[in-house]
């Protein structure tokens, strides 16, 4: 059974950083697009960044860009958030996700489109 595990999430004060990570049980998943997702209470689940297979493409939701980076180590079959400068907003349980079989030519930005999911984690900022 395919595992997306996500850590690194916590509680921290807005202005300061966290980095997610995400391992996958699939070796071939290191050769897929990944993305990462969030849930805040009462909201539906976002976009917030995508990265293709070998990381020379990235995409980014508006209301991240500029502080959070998605970087991946294909070695290590893990997908990286970087997140800085965070916002009482950005309070959610984020999620890793796989597009079954996607490259990441185009990255998609619609959850419906990803095949595999983690079990999230939680990141709560605080004013």
């Known amino acids: 059974q395919v595992k997306l595990v996500e850590s690194g999430g916590g509680l921290v004060q807005a202005g300061y950083s966290l980095r997610l990570s995400c391992t996958a049980s699939?070796?071939?998943?290191?050769?897929?697009?990944k993305a990462w997702f969030r849930q805040g209470p009462g909201k539906e689940r976002e976009f917030v960044a995508a990265?293709?297979?070998?990381?020379?493409?990235?995409r980014y939701a508006d209301s991240v860009k500029g502080r959070f980076t998605i970087s991946r180590d294909n070695a290590k079959n893990t997908v990286y958030l970087q997140m800085n400068s965070l916002k009482p907003e950005d309070t959610a349980v984020y999620y890793c996700?796989?597009?079954?079989?996607?490259?990441?030519?185009?990255?998609?930005?619609?959850?419906?489109?990803?095949?595999?999911w983690g079990q999230g984690t939680q990141v709560t900022v605080s004013s």
């Open positions: 699939e070796r071939t998943f290191s050769s897929y697009a």
């Open positions: 990265i293709n297979w070998n990381g020379s493409k990235t």
């Open positions: 996700a796989v597009k079954d079989g996607s490259s990441g030519y185009v990255l998609h930005q619609l959850s419906d489109l990803y095949d595999y």
